[in-house]
């Protein structure tokens, strides 16, 4: 069988992606080596009352 030649998956978390890394492991690893973990967190809380606050 050639399937394990042919399927990709992330080498980080195995879920099948046809990148090396997956979209969310490449976004993790990006954010923490900028250390920008927190700062993704605070950005989505701050997004959804922004939002909400310009509704009202
Ligand atoms: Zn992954």
Redesign the pocket.
């Known amino acids: 069988m050639n399937v394990t030649e042919k399927k990709k998956v ?1 080498m ?2 195995g ?1 099948p ?1 046809e990148a090396s ?2 979209d ?2 490449k976004a993790n690893i990006q954010g923490e080596a900028l250390g920008g973990k927190q700062k993704v967190d605070k950005k989505v809380k701050i997004e959804p009352d922004a939002l909400r606050r310009k509704k009202d």
């Open positions: 992330c980080v978390c879920k992606s890394i997956c969310g492991c």
